[in-house]
């Protein structure tokens, strides 16, 4: 089973990460946290590795009406959204909301993962447009 949403951008890593605060930010989607992987590496282990950010999204009333089925969906909410450098390109991935619901089994949270995956898809669609365009 896949568990991810990607698109690949033929754009520059710092241009990529602000495309994708922006297009999440359109569909309902806050950044809560930001944790620069490729920093924290280098600091703690001296290990290179190329540019990777986990931006921490959330959609409030999503996330309320998860949280309202079953108290331990933050386990599960669909938040994280990494953006990479795979060589040439940069990677946006999102976990695939509807996770949520093959590994739960609750059929009560198919609706929120519906929309969930409809903003997600709305905003990579959008970041691969204006690559595009670019």
């Known amino acids: 089973m896949r568990y991810d949403r990607t698109v690949r951008l033929d754009t520059d890593f710092a241009t990529a990460v602000a495309r994708t605060r922006d297009a999440l930010a359109e569909q309902g989607f806050g950044i809560l946290t930001e944790i620069d992987v490729t920093?924290?590496?280098?600091?703690?282990?001296?290990?290179?590795?190329?540019?990777?950010?986990?931006?921490?999204?959330?959609?409030?009333?999503?996330?309320?009406?998860?949280?309202?089925?079953?108290?331990?969906?933050?386990?599960?909410?669909?938040?994280?959204?990494?953006?990479?450098?795979?060589?040439?390109?940069?990677?946006?991935q999102a976990l695939d909301p509807n996770t949520m619901v093959a590994l739960t089994e609750l059929d009560a949270l198919r609706p929120v993962a519906e929309e969930a995956t409809r903003r997600l898809d709305a905003a990579l669609a959008s970041l691969t447009s204006a690559d595009e365009k670019g």
């Not at 999503?62 to 040439?88: F, K, Q």
């Open 39 to 92: 920093a924290t590496l280098k600091a703690k282990l001296d290990h290179d590795m190329e540019d990777y950010v986990i931006l921490g999204a959330c959609n409030p009333p999503l996330a309320h009406r998860a949280l309202e089925t079953d108290r331990s969906m933050g386990l599960l909410l669909p938040c994280n959204v990494i953006v990479r450098r795979d060589g040439d390109d940069t990677v946006v």
